[in-house]
């Protein structure tokens, strides 16, 4: 946080925050392993029973692979970005599925001191009708965002603390500003 000229903090222009899981590092790593079995299956195989479950052995085992990995890799870890206007959630390494929430969407902010996977079902992008939308990539710490559309959103993030004490500050700020 920056210092205001009259001696109060500022805050930052830009909060970031992260949370990952080195865990699904192994489901990836089964995911590749499956991917290469089925490459195995498809080169090499002493397979004599015909070709048709040779080919579905194969498809079988690269679709596996393809689908943990990818589905391990999307979420194994998670960013959040707080700035003037908006609230962003990233995924992954390659930033998909990406929610992009506009300030003026959000009515307000809560610490939840534990997000687990086996609540929401999961890891990843999750939806339960009686909690709302999670991005839950580990155990741990997290925020729940709550919207005026009466939707909400919890995130696994580090120091989720702060995240809600940013995002309630710049919640007032613009309250503030639209008051006057």
């Known amino acids: 946080m920056r210092d205001h000229p009259h001696g109060r903090k ?4 830009v909060w970031t925050g992260r949370a990952t899981n080195r865990v699904q590092w192994l489901l990836a790593l089964f995911g590749a392993a499956c991917m290469a079995l089925g490459v195995k299956l498809a080169v090499d195989s002493p397979w004599t029973d015909g070709d048709a479950p040779l080919v579905m052995a194969v498809v079988g085992c690269i679709a596996a692979g393809l689908l943990v990995l990818f589905g391990t890799l999307a979420f194994v870890h998670v960013a959040l970005k707080v700035d003037e206007e908006c609230l962003e959630v990233r995924c992954g390494h390659i930033g998909v599925p990406r929610r992009r929430i506009p300030l003026s969407h959000v009515a307000g ?3 939840v001191p534990l997000v ?3 609540h929401w079902g999961g890891w990843g992008y999750r939806w339960r009708p ?5 991005v839950v990539v580990r155990r741990g710490e997290g925020l729940v965002l709550r ?3 009466g939707h909400s959103l ?8 702060a995240a809600v004490r940013v995002i309630r500050d710049r919640l007032r700020a613009r309250a503030a500003g639209s008051a006057l």
Do not use: S
Request: proline content about 8%.
């Open 10 to 13: 500022q805050l930052p222009d």
């Open 130 to 134: 009686e909690k709302g939308t999670a």
């Open 154 to 161: 919890t995130i696994t993030v580090d120091d989720a603390e």
């Open 147 to 149: 919207l005026w559309d």
């Open 109 to 111: 902010a809560d610490f």
């Open 116 to 118: 687990t996977p086996r």
